[in-house]
């Protein structure tokens, strides 16, 4: 009897550690190890296989194609096979046991295509595919359906990688962390120490302070790359980079159900939203109808395990959903022809901060409205100080004729003591250290008379002249509360040269009144609480967490200390030149909510 005891109550914890509490035929699992798969290059991928122990049936499946190592997936497969599915898991060719080179991106979606191809003939497959998987591996969900396997039958794709759009470059501005993640996904090992974030802030801080350019940055990290030389070889978004997107005629062809998923504050948003909103623009009515978009209060690794807390930020307990619960509703749904998802109240779910209510809406166009717009203004200030700061007004002002200044010597390198890159504390996104940067310009509303709902991405219009014929320019909004506390909204970078296209560079005019226009990086939703403010934050872009702009022609790549130009910025704002922020809302019927 104890025996038995210990059994139930062994099955019942794991039941529960697996959140959940139904379907489970057996905790027992089949798992074939390093099973090997050809490609049509002859290349052979090493997979591990989790089969239900009735395996005697035929099962749908579920794939996952990970650079991480197969290993991360266990707890899942066994999660899976517990619940009547076959899960796949398989290393990236040139990654873990299988064959061949790891070139990011480039292999993805033609080795996608063989893997479904040989899943859907071994015995233990009933014909059903389905794709999970987050980041890069939710990209490669969507560079393998740009092939079209015929048995692909869904996929969730979660905080897809948009390739040269938000990694290894956000409007055509390199990342350090670009080469980080490259020696992280080198060679055949996990390199998980490797990857450890104080050698690589040592390395970055050498590389801003030394001078030299970017490119350079594998020689201080002591490993010539390269994967990253090709990548800074492609410094706007062209062919190379289109091609791991769907053109709208392979948008059109999709006729299987997907769950896109990202969050507020996904470092990848921006490649997760360009895949599903170019489905939406080109896709076929049916399939349309069939692609979900779930948007939490949640981080690039929230999206996969939500929390309620963030960067300082406080949500309520619904943002933490069951994902497991939602994969398996999903697929039990599109394999297995069960019920659509409950959590599915429509199209797009989407969390609204501030009142942390999951909100719903047919598609994402319609989740604002209307728009607020605010206009620059610095008639009794110079904007560089908190306490006497520019303002935020209804309307431009026709006095308004001395433009606010700020000035960025590369040569300096302020950056590296700049408040916002020291700080390390877990309060990111409530911090206010900013304020201590003594080369912004602030710009303040008055406090809002009622509860706004802010639907979508802040955008900034800023009439500008400069001396130099380039430099990156940046800008951040706030919540301010009534209680003085801060909360991070939206912020955007952008490559003066790209300021028309991401696809050619085109020289400052110097000391010409140009407009600029930084659309906002990330989506998102919170209620403005009446009384507060919003506050606007506008600089260079001068950090050690980013290639380094040293103000000339030259692709900045290639830039060096040697040959840096000191830019001064002049902020116009006024009614011909009138510099404005556009805040999209949502408008209830009986007003602002």
């Known amino acids: 009897m104890k025996k038995n005891t210990f059994r139930l109550l062994l099955a019942f914890i794991l039941v529960l550690n697996l959140g959940v509490a139904q379907n489970l035929k057996s905790l027992d699992v089949d798992v074939k190890f390093y099973q090997k798969i050809k490609m049509s290059d002859g290349i052979k991928l090493s997979s591990n296989v989790y089969i239900p122990v009735d395996s005697k049936e035929k099962h749908p499946v579920i794939l996952i194609i990970t650079p991480y190592i197969s290993d991360e997936n266990h707890s899942r497969g066994l999660f899976f096979a517990r619940n009547g599915y076959v899960l796949i898991t398989v290393d990236s060719r040139g990654r873990g046991n299988s064959e061949g080179e790891f070139i990011p991106f480039e292999n993805d979606g033609k080795d996608g295509y063989d893997i479904v191809n040989w899943i859907s003939k071994q015995p233990w497959c009933d014909g059903n595919i389905g794709m999970l998987g987050g980041s890069y591996r939710g990209m490669t969900q969507w560079l393998t359906l740009k092939h079209f396997p015929k048995n692909l039958k869904t996929i969730i794709p979660i905080a897809s990688v948009g390739p040269g759009r938000d990694f290894p470059k956000y409007n055509n501005i390199f990342s350090s962390y670009s080469l980080r993640w490259l020696m992280f996904t080198s060679g055949k ?42 990548w800074l070889e492609h410094p706007t978004h062209d062919t190379y980079w289109k091609n791991f997107y769907l053109t709208p005629k392979e948008n059109y062809r999709i006729n299987i159900p997907i769950l896109s998923i990202t969050g507020h504050f996904d470092g990848d948003q921006m490649g997760t939203l360009l895949y599903y909103k170019s489905h939406m623009e080109y896709g076929n009515t049916n ?18 395990n939500p929390k309620n807390e963030l960067g300082g930020l406080k949500f309520g307990k619904n943002a933490v959903i069951n994902m497991n619960q939602l994969y398996l509703d999903w697929f039990d749904w599109t394999l297995k022809g069960g019920k659509e998802p409950a ?114 991405k802040i955008k900034l219009e800023a009439y500008i002249s400069m001396n130099v014929e380039d430099t990156d320019l940046r800008f951040t909004a706030y919540e301010i509360t009534s209680e003085n506390k801060s909360i991070f909204l939206q912020e955007d970078f952008l490559r003066a040269k790209y300021r028309n296209s991401l696809e050619k560079a085109e020289k400052v005019s110097k000391d010409k009144i140009v407009r600029y226009t930084l659309e906002g990086r990330n989506m998102f939703s919170r209620i403005i609480k009446k009384g507060s403010r919003i506050r606007l934050v506008f600089s260079t872009v001068d950090s050690p967490n980013y290639q380094k702009n040293y103000n000339y022609w030259k692709d900045s790549a290639y830039q060096s200390n040697e040959h840096s130009q000191k830019a001064q910025l002049k902020l116009y704002h006024n009614t011909k030149y009138p510099s404005r922020v556009i805040l999209p809302i949502y408008i209830e019927d009986d007003g602002v909510k």
Request: no cysteine.
């Open 189 to 230: 090992t996990y390199n998980g120490n490797l990857f450890a974030q104080d050698f690589w802030k040592v390395k970055q801080e050498k590389l801003y302070t030394s001078g030299i350019p970017f490119n350079k940055y594998d020689s201080i990290v002591g490993f010539h790359n390269k994967i990253f030389q090709k």
């Open 287 to 304: 399939a349309k109808k069939n692609h979900y978009l779930l948007i939490g209060p949640w981080s690039h690794g929230g999206t996969r």
């Open 343 to 456: 959590q599915l109240k429509n199209r797009v779910m989407y969390y609204e901060m501030g009142s942390n209510q999951w909100k719903h809406a047919a598609d994402i166009n319609s989740i604002s409205n209307g728009e607020m717009v605010l206009y620059l203004s610095s008639l009794h200030s110079n904007a560089k100080d908190v306490f006497f700061s520019g303002d935020l007004a209804e309307e431009p002002s026709d006095d308004d004729l001395e433009p606010d200044s700020i000035t960025y010597n590369p040569f300096l390198r302020e950056g590296i003591n700049n408040p916002s890159y020291k700080d390390n504390s877990d309060n990111n996104y409530t911090s206010q250290g900013y304020i201590n940067d003594g080369n912004i310009l602030i710009y303040a509303s008055i406090p809002f008379e009622e509860n706004t709902t802010v639907n979508g």
